[in-house]
């Protein structure tokens, strides 16, 4: 398949979770370019696509590395020469605390990655995206709720960001999507709720396959 007919699908927080479960459900469909901090789950996540027959570029950096995230966005452009599906779901969840007792290293970390990481990224990837691509992001409705201040308040402004774009693209493109997971037993919802019953919440490969469908990408 040629490089410039092959659809390109930018996963970012593609290691574990809901990213993991996305990237896995689209590898049929996309070369999977799976972007994450931690090279033993991507190594991982690789065999996992392999293994269906799929394929994967692993790119092990972390997001708020301005430059590295140039240098993926240029190496993308000059391989496929676009992104048709960039989907964000790296996130930082920083430990529940009241709002007075916030510490400046967890509000530094979760305003890089939540909220500053997006507002680059979205410039350096509206070119590769081009009118027909797509970006998909993920809304969470704790913003406002008592010790959820860090995670609540850069996650909001996150969506905030994405919903300008939003609005901003609907008649020249790309097609920007914001979507509500269900609740699922990712790490970052252990740390907010430690001994909850894993149970009754959704398996992240489940709420891949319905948010694709609700996408339909």
């Not at 901090?37 to 790119?59: F, H, M, N, P, V």
């Not at 708020?64 to 240029?74: G, H, S, W, Y």
């Not at 919802?189 to 398996?203: C, E, I, S, T, V």
């Amino acid at each position: 398949m040629g490089a410039m007919t092959e659809k390109i699908a930018l996963i970012l927080g593609a290691s574990r979770g809901l990213g993991a479960a996305l990237a896995e459900a689209l590898a049929p469909e996309y070369h999977i370019v799976a972007v994450a901090r931690t090279t033993g789950a991507l190594e991982e996540l690789d065999d996992r696509i392999q293994a269906k027959g799929g394929s994967a570029t692993l790119a092990p950096m972390d997001i708020t590395n301005k430059d590295a995230m140039a240098q993926l966005c240029r190496s993308i452009h000059d391989r496929w020469g676009k992104v048709d599906l960039w989907v964000h779901t790296a996130i930082h969840g920083a430990p529940l605390t009241p709002a007075g007792h916030i510490s400046e290293k967890d509000w530094d970390k979760s305003v890089a990655i939540n909220v500053t990481a997006t507002g680059v990224l979205i410039p350096f990837l509206t070119p590769l995206l081009g009118e027909n691509g797509h970006a998909v992001f993920f809304d969470d409705p704790r913003g406002g709720e008592k010790f959820f201040g860090s995670y609540g308040a850069t996650k909001t402004a996150q969506i905030a960001l994405a919903k300008s774009w939003q609005a901003e693209t609907i008649k020249t493109g790309p097609r920007v999507s914001i979507l509500q997971p269900a609740e699922m037993p990712t790490g970052t919802r252990a740390r907010f709720f430690p001994g909850q019953d894993k149970a009754a919440l959704a398996h992240p490969r489940d709420e891949a396959a319905r948010l694709l469908a609700e996408l339909t990408v």
